[in-house]
């Protein structure tokens, strides 16, 4: 596997840690380097203060409240480069830590474009039934699934190795081209990989000469990996909660966000903040379908297909 290059936003989390102890064990294996990120939002703290203007004590109290919180997030962020410097040398990982002020998302995707993967720590929140996110309130790792132009990877809990990408792509909307490189990007890893076509109803061809077609356009896709499953008419996953178990030994979710103009929708039909929250699967990752190649580039490989057990 050739190297690539990560990039790992860090808060301190336990999850931002699942992150990166993921992000450690793979970039060892293939050499690939890693850029940590620590941003101190120093607008978010400002806002939170809410108190710029003199008011019915001034704004003195307030701004000295100000620059004592700055300081105490600045001393976090050393301690966190600290203990990160020192946890990625134990595995033996070229890393580096940028500590930063400003917006937390809009300074992780100023990075975006010169890396490969993107990896975030995630804790869900409630679950929302929007079909878009008007309204929603997102968290960062919320906003960089919007607005990251690279592939990111949602970590709720430690990840093992990887045993397989089951990638869901639309009926409706099929681009082979990157579904090619998602399988190459799991074999480049060991993984193997399967995918599910999500028919909503609306595509006129019958399933199997859809498949037929698919195979016939591309003969490194294998009919064996593929399967066809219906949308209810939400367009959410009637099989959602059947495919839960197995997910957390290795298996990750893999979707392609489609940018639809006013914001990015997913596979299923959902903006990614909606459909984060509400499937059960501690690993996804959100794939720009406009990030044309694959996340990591393995020597000659044979696309052998696999399939749920």
């Not at 878009?132 to 592939?151: N, V, Y």
């Not at 990408?165 to 480049?188: E, G, P, Q, R, Y």
Request: hydrophobic share 40%.
């Amino acid at each position: 596997m050739k190297p690539g290059s990560f990039l790992l936003p860090i808060n301190g989390s336990p999850e931002s840690l699942f992150a990166a102890e993921f992000v450690w064990s793979l970039a060892s294996k293939n050499h690939s380097k890693v850029t940590a990120q620590h941003t101190i939002d120093i607008f978010g703290t400002l806002q939170f203060l809410g108190q710029e203007k003199a008011g019915l004590i001034g704004s003195g109290p307030y701004v000295a409240a100000y620059q004592g919180i700055c300081e105490s997030l600045r001393a976090i962020g050393r301690k966190l480069e600290d203990s990160y410097m020192a946890r990625a040398g134990s595995h033996n990982v070229e890393s580096i830590f940028n500590c930063v002020e400003g917006d937390p998302v809009e300074e992780v995707c100023k990075l975006a474009p010169d890396h490969d993967l993107l990896v975030v720590g995630y804790r869900k929140r409630s679950t929302v039934d929007y079909p878009a996110c008007q309204g929603i309130k997102l968290s960062r790792a919320e906003r960089l699934a919007h607005m990251s132009p690279i592939p990111i990877l949602f970590v709720q809990k430690p990840i093992p190795a990887i045993t397989e990408f089951a990638i869901f792509v639309s009926m409706d909307h099929m681009n082979v081209n990157w579904l090619k490189n998602c399988m190459h990007s799991a074999l480049a890893v060991g993984a193997k990989y399967s995918v599910t076509i999500l028919a909503s109803g609306v595509h006129e061809e019958p399933a199997a000469s859809f498949v037929r077609d698919l195979i016939e356009a591309d003969d490194e896709i294998d009919a064996e990996c593929i399967k066809i499953v219906p949308l209810n008419e939400s367009g959410a996953l009637q099989n959602f909660g059947q495919l839960k178990d197995g997910v957390d030994h290795g298996r990750i979710i893999v979707l392609p966000t489609i940018d639809s103009g006013e914001h990015r929708i997913t596979s299923t039909g959902e903006c990614p903040t909606a459909l984060l929250r509400r499937v059960p699967f501690e690993t996804i990752l959100l794939w720009p379908e406009e990030f044309a190649k694959p996340l990591f580039r393995g020597e000659t490989v044979l696309l052998k297909a696999g399939w749920y057990d």
